[in-house]
C-alpha cells in the first residue's frame, strides 16, 4: 500500500487521504481520538464505529449499491481502506445549466437511496455533499460514518428530512430536485411513501415546538 500524503478533507470525526493499494485508487480514512474520553474506552469507540462503517459499507455493496468497495480495515490504527470514487460532489450539479440532466442525477440518488432503505440501512448523514457522480453519470453514496441498520420509520424519514433541508438551504430548485429524487426513491421502494408521509409530520412536530417556544 503506498500513501501519498494527500489529505483530501478533515471533519470532526476522520481525516480522509489519498492512496494506492496494487493498481487501484483508494481512500484512507483515519478516525481521530477525543481528547475529552478516556483513551482506553475512546479507542474502544473508534473500533466499533470503524467497524460499523466498514460492515454497513459492505452489506450496501453486496446488495447492490452504489458504494465504494471495502478493501481493508485496521481496527488498531483506527483506519478503514477503500475505493476511491473519481467524479464530483452532487453538490456541484446544482450549478449545471442542463435541468433535464439534473433531474435525472436526483432521481438516480433516489434510486439507491430507495435501495438502501429497502434493506434496512440508514445512512445517517444523507446530504448532496455525500453522493459523488462518476463520469457516466452514475451516482455514489459515501460516507457511513453515521450509518445503522434498523427497520423504524422515523430514522428512514430523518435520512430524507436531512437530504431535503440541506438542499433547501443551497438551491432554489430544491422542490423540482427534491421531487426527481422522491420518484426515484418510491420507484425502487414502494413501501418508501410511509418514510415520506413520516417526514412530513417531523416536520410538522418541529414547527409545533418552535411555535410553543416563541410564546414562552
Known sequence: MIFNNNKIAKGAEAIIF?????DYSIIIKHRLPKKYRIPEIDNIIRMQRLRAEARITAFAWKIGGQVPTIFALDPFKNLLIMEKIDGKLLFKSLSF?????KQNLFYKT??????????????GDLTVFNVIITPSEKTFIIDFGLAQISNEVEKKAEDLLTFRNTLKAISKDYKKLFQSFRKGYLDIYREGKNALEHM?????????????ERYE
Request: charged share 30%.
Open 97 to 101: 445549466e442542463d435541468q433535464t440532466l
Open 18 to 22: 489519498s492512496g494506492k493499494y496494487l
Open 200 to 212: 412530513k409530520k417531523i416536520e410538522s412536530r418541529a414547527r409545533y415546538i418552535a411555535r410553543e
Open 110 to 123: 433516489g434510486n439507491q437511496i430507495g435501495l438502501l432503505h429497502q434493506n434496512e440501512i440508514i445512512h
